[in-house]
């Protein structure tokens, strides 16, 4: 009998989310094509992928959003929305740890441990939150019942992710525009030493010029 409870409760009996079974199986997919692609001679390279394991195998990256949602999202999922995908991962722990790439990690989402993930769980809170949160055109319904009911703890914890993700947004927006004025002060300077160089070949030509 006890032999028979062990084996019933063990955790390892349940099999990992589906959403973490078809991003995994995506990845080893791409990483098969690439295999395959090196032997054949056909290059491949990162250039050319869509999304893959990082070098250490500790996460992955999605290196073409846009075809990321227009050919691989259709295929394992039934929608081609990256920002679901997002907050999917969002739903499961995963953290997003480069503000120049789409690279996201999970300590127990490696390359090669695929029976770690069955130990990935959602977030306690997650389920109340996301169905409304996912689907627009049932939120407002799902609002309004939280609203005639008295349930301020749904709403609380709906408006925390908001806030949440907003400020997520406005982070990266700082990012990019650190990142623009940079661009723009190399341009800056480049054009600098151009009209310097520019400046000085002028000045020896005329210099030339009056020697003779």
Known sequence: MSCYNSTSLSPRNKGPAPF?????????EGEEE????????????????IASWNDEGTGFVVWSPAEFSEL????????????????????YGFK???????EFKHEK????????LVEITRKKSEPSVFP???KASSSSDED?????????????????TLMEENQNLRREKVELQSQIAQFKALQNKLLDCV???????DNNHQETSTAR
Request: no cysteine; glycine share 10%.
């Open 132 to 134: 409304p949160f996912l």
């Open 96 to 102: 997003k740890t480069s503000s120049r790439r789409w």
């Open 195 to 201: 009209a310097q160089h520019t400046g000085i070949t």
């Open 20 to 28: 973490l079974s078809k991003t995994y199986a995506l990845l080893e």
């Open 109 to 116: 989402f490696q390359r090669g441990q695929k029976q770690m």
């Open 72 to 91: 691989t999202l259709p295929r394992y999922f039934k929608h081609n929305n990256f920002s679901s995908f997002i907050r999917q991962l969002n739903t």
């Open 34 to 49: 690439e295999e395959e692609e090196e032997v054949s001679g056909g290059g491949g390279g990162r250039n050319n992928k």
């Open 144 to 160: 309004h019942h939280h609203i005639i009911n008295g349930d301020d703890d749904g709403m609380s914890v709906h408006r925390q």
